[in-house]
């Protein structure tokens, strides 16, 4: 695996832009913004950016860039905080069993397209342990948006 580093993303975008200018100021401000930053996601990002069908710009939006970056960043938290409640290590044999049972039931009433929806929004695998109590957990939490 490539290790991404800051210097490497900038090249990346001088290549996607190919006629961007940027200024010495411009430059700094990037490289000030986006230095401390995880590079691999930044790098995922630079590219969708590139990619979006809302602008063709000439040149990288730094702001855009980092609103993006965001989203990312706030997605992966939300997701892990999710796993983390729901797939507890703390639980007795009867507290897990009792859960589990829980998520049957909850389960057994959702339809398709709920599955689907849920297992888009979070990261699901209902094999794996506390897989189920995740799915029932996500569709519990999209009924309760409606």
């Known amino acids: 695996m490539e290790v991404r580093t800051y210097p490497l993303n900038y090249a990346m975008m001088r290549e996607l ?11 700094g401000l990037f490289a000030e913004r986006c230095a401390d930053l995880n590079q691999r996601v930044l790098m995922d990002v630079i590219k969708r950016h590139r990619c979006e069908p809302a602008g063709q710009y000439k040149e990288p939006k730094i702001h855009r860039v980092l609103e993006m970056y965001g989203e990312v960043m706030r997605e992966g938290s939300v997701r892990a905080q999710f796993a983390s409640q ?61």
Request: glycine share 4%; no cysteine.
């Open 86 to 146: 729901v797939v507890s290590t703390d639980l007795t044999a009867e507290e897990a069993a009792e859960l589990d049972i829980e998520a049957d039931e909850i389960i057994s009433t959702a339809t398709d397209e709920e599955v689907r929806a849920a297992r888009a929004l979070y990261p699901i695998n209902p094999d794996l342990p506390g897989g189920k109590r995740m799915l029932a957990a996500a569709l519990r939490r999209m009924r309760g948006r409606r």
């Open 17 to 27: 832009w190919p006629d961007w200018n940027a200024t010495d100021a411009s430059a």
